[in-house]
Every structure is written in structure tokens, then in C-alpha cells.
């Protein structure tokens, strides 16, 4: 797949398939740290998605410190969807969200061109995904304890292309 490097992290985009068991026991493990322990939310994060997911990887050295997943269109949305956006909190203030989510809108439309994009956001996050093009879609719905929105962001492509693609 496609593979890039901006900043000292190392980009890859990976079918399930193509994941390595160590990437992926990684990918668990920061998606745990962050949606489980420091969001205190106990739910099953190995939805049955993952199959059919990309995956974003991006790696600084051997740790895993940035990671999302794009879906195609029909699965679970009649959209295309990214989720799963996570960075690990030691790397926060970096921008590796902004620059994890324009990689992602990036993929998408690419890999499913005319398709729109659709998140389900944590509520808090709106502002954020907005200034990325998504607008809210829906009222708020509670998942797992945590106020989330629909969002929809069109396919065209995001204004800067990400880092090093």
C-alpha cells in the first residue's frame, strides 16, 4: 500500500490482511489505552470491522503513536467512513490529529472516489472536524457513555494534501 514519512513518522496504510501480528497487537493496544482506560469506557473494540478495514499506522522508531481506520462505502455506513482516530497521548500536541484525519480524507477519496465521508464524533470534537470539512449530520446519540454526532464531509479533495504524499 502506500507508505510516506513527514516529520520522523514513518505513514502506512495496511489491509488486515497485511498486518503483522506485532502491528496489529500494537493498533489494539493504543486503541485500548486510549477509548477504553483513558476514556474509562468498557466496550468491545474489536467490532468486526477491522476485516474489511485500511489501516493507518503511523510509527515513530518501533512505537505506534498515531492510528485510524477507513472503511468503504456500505460498511457500516452508506458512505465511506474513517474511525478509530487515535493519538497517543504522549505525542499530543504535535498536530498528528489534523495531519492523521487530512490522510485519511485523503485515502478516501481516492480509494473511493464520489463516495462522502462519514465519522461518528465524539461531540466534543465537532469543532475540530468541521475546520476539516465535516459538517454535523444527525442529533446527538450517547455510544458507550460519550456524546458522539454524525458528521458528513464531501469528497473533495481536503484544501492542503497530507505530508509527504
Same mark, same amino acid.
Given at each position: /500500500?502506500?507508505?510516506?514519512? +513527514?516529520? %520522523? *513518522?514513518?505513514?502506512?496504510?495496511?489491509? #488486515?490482511?497485511?498486518?503483522?501480528?506485532? =502491528?496489529?497487537?500494537?493498533?489494539?493496544?493504543?486503541?485500548? $489505552?486510549? #477509548?477504553? &482506560?483513558?476514556?474509562?469506557?468498557?466496550?468491545?473494540? !474489536?467490532?468486526?470491522?477491522?476485516?474489511?478495514?485500511? +489501516?493507518?499506522?503511523?510509527?515513530?522508531?518501533? =512505537?505506534?503513536? =498515531?492510528?485510524?481506520?477507513?472503511?468503504? !462505502? %456500505?460498511? !457500516?455506513?452508506?458512505?465511506?467512513?474513517?474511525?478509530?482516530? &487515535? *493519538?497517543?497521548?504522549?505525542?499530543?500536541?504535535?498536530?498528528?490529529?489534523?495531519?492523521? *484525519? &487530512?490522510?485519511?480524507?485523503?485515502?478516501?477519496?481516492?480509494?473511493?472516489?464520489? +463516495?462522502?465521508?462519514?465519522?461518528? =464524533?465524539?461531540?466534543?470534537?465537532?469543532?475540530?472536524?468541521?475546520?476539516?470539512? #465535516? &459538517?454535523?449530520? %444527525?442529533?446527538?446519540?450517547? $455510544?458507550?457513555?460519550? $456524546? +458522539? *454526532?454524525? /458528521?458528513?464531509?464531501?469528497?473533495? !479533495?481536503?484544501?492542503?494534501?497530507?505530508?509527504?504524499?
Amino acid at each position: /500500500m502506500e507508505n510516506s514519512s +513527514h516529520n %520522523g *513518522v514513518r505513514w502506512e496504510w495496511l489491509a #488486515f490482511d497485511s498486518l503483522s501480528p506485532a =502491528a496489529l497487537y500494537a493498533l489494539l493496544r493504543l486503541r485500548s $489505552e486510549i #477509548f477504553v &482506560v483513558e476514556q474509562d469506557c468498557a466496550f468491545l473494540d !474489536p467490532d468486526g470491522l477491522d476485516q474489511d478495514a485500511f +489501516h493507518c499506522l503511523g510509527w515513530e522508531g518501533d =512505537a505506534l503513536i =498515531a492510528y485510524q481506520r477507513c472503511l468503504p !462505502p %456500505g460498511i !457500516p455506513y452508506a458512505e465511506s467512513s474513517i474511525g478509530r482516530i &487515535v *493519538v497517543d497521548p504522549r505525542q499530543r500536541g504535535r498536530d498528528l490529529g489534523r495531519e492523521l *484525519v &487530512v490522510r485519511g480524507i485523503a485515502f478516501n477519496a481516492r480509494r473511493w472516489p464520489g +463516495h462522502p465521508i462519514r465519522i461518528g =464524533a465524539q461531540a466534543r470534537l465537532t469543532r475540530f472536524y468541521a475546520s476539516l470539512g #465535516f &459538517v454535523v449530520d %444527525g442529533d446527538m446519540y450517547m $455510544e458507550d457513555g460519550i $456524546e +458522539h *454526532v454524525n /458528521m458528513l464531509r464531501e469528497t473533495s !479533495p481536503p484544501e492542503t494534501s497530507p505530508p509527504g504524499n
